[in-house]
């Protein structure tokens, strides 16, 4: 036995771990010049990701580790190359493809340097295919599903279960995006309006995501389900309502069924997080998802989930004194901060702070993240007159 346990070692061999770093330094050390009006985006290899982030930060202040800017960086570059392949995918699409790449075209974020100041400047498509505007509203949409699971959890009393219900594609006619979609939303429909699953289930949240493989779109629904019963009384439910009852209509199966940590906010990424898997797609099939899915829902909720999150939404929220703004000079030199005349949008102010660590450009930072959470409440209270 031990022979043979000495045998099995002595033909293992250890992985190549600094190739494996050297890669990921590769991925994420390649970083594109901040744009401007005459040069077009160039990109540079810095060097190693180690060395880069061994440098003292105190420069750039002790509140954002340097390393937070870098990973923000290859975000907005991974955001921007899909932001440019939905774009090419609505141009070949119909009236509202077309209208919506208009939306999303004009959706920018960045700063205005003129005349030494620095200006934010601010404008949301809040289209589901933006990535930035999509990010967004997941982390809202994350925070109010948080608190209404949290109020029905204290308040009620039953079993938090997930669930993701498929399509049998080859029961449909052809294979096409939006007969698959058509399907799914009939058949979810259909399921939540049974009397057999109105007498186990309190209320749901769900999402409709898809993938492509070669033959089929494969539109999948993953549900958050608040049920009085046991989980396998619910299984029994959903096998005689989807898979029996809707035998003709493309129903499918139950590809998964287990318990939800309703306490953790990781176990909500699934149902919340922005539109990542059709973004990768090949751009002929991202536009056939797009033309399918175009002004139609995505996701929704049904029973005390659907009126809990109402409640929230419609609760009306304080409105604070915001704090001030951040200070536009170093606080240990008095040197103020600016930037060369031009437009810079997010991307190349954090470019600028990784290529160069520019003091400048990380007090652009701050001045943008604070418009974008307080807008312009502490200047209009400063304009205001004393009473």
Not at 169 to 187: D, G, V, Y
Not at 299 to 304: F, I, L, Q, V, Y
Request: charged letters at 25%; a positive charge.
């Amino acid at each position: 036995m031990l022979k043979h346990l000495a045998g099995l070692l002595g033909t293992f061999t250890m992985p190549n771990i600094h190739q494996t770093q050297q890669r990921n330094q590769e991925k994420l050390t390649t970083f594109y010049r901040p744009t401007s009006s005459t040069r077009q985006n160039e990109f540079i290899r810095k060097e190693p990701f180690r060395q880069i982030t061994s440098k003292k930060s105190s420069r750039l202040g002790a509140s954002v580790p340097f390393t937070t800017y870098v990973r923000r960086l290859a975000t907005s570059i991974s955001d921007g190359e899909r932001k440019a392949r939905i774009m090419s995918a609505l141009a070949i699409g119909d009236g509202k493809a077309l209208r919506e790449r208009s939306r999303i075209n004009d959706c920018r974020v960045g700063i205005r340097s003129v005349n030494g100041e620095l200006k934010p400047f601010i404008r949301s498509c809040e289209s589901r295919w933006c990535p930035h505007c999509a990010r967004k509203h997941s982390k809202e949409l994350q925070r109010e599903l948080f608190k209404a699971f949290q109020s029905i959890e204290n308040f009620g009393y039953g079993k938090w279960s997930w669930l993701t219900l498929t399509l049998n594609q080859r029961r449909l006619k052809n294979n096409s995006a939006t007969e698959a979609f058509n399907a799914i939303r009939k058949n979810l429909t259909r399921l939540f309006n049974r009397p057999e699953w109105k007498a186990v289930v309190d209320g749901v949240y769900y999402k409709i995501e898809v993938t492509k493989s070669k033959e089929f779109y494969h539109f999948h629904a993953h549900l958050v389900v608040f049920h009085d019963s046991s989980r396998s009384e619910l299984r029994k439910v959903i096998r005689k309502i989807w898979i029996t009852a809707f035998a003709k209509n493309a129903s499918g199966f139950i590809f998964k069924l287990k318990k939800f940590n309703v306490k953790s906010r990781k176990s909500l990424l699934e149902v919340t997080k922005y539109t990542a898997k059709e973004l990768d797609m090949d751009v002929n099939d991202l536009a056939s998802v797009v033309s399918a899915t175009i002004g139609r829902r995505l996701n929704g909720a049904t029973g005390n989930i659907k009126d809990m999150l109402a409640s929230i939404r419609r609760k009306p929220t304080e409105k604070r004194a915001a704090p001030a703004p951040p200070r536009n000079c170093n606080s240990k030199t008095g040197e103020v901060h600016s930037l060369p005349a031009g437009s810079y949008s997010y991307q190349d102010l954090l470019a600028k702070v990784v290529n160069t660590q520019s003091e400048s450009a990380v007090y652009a930072l701050k001045l943008l993240a604070y418009r974008l959470r307080y807008g312009y409440r502490y200047e209009d209270a400063l304009k205001a007159p004393e009473q």
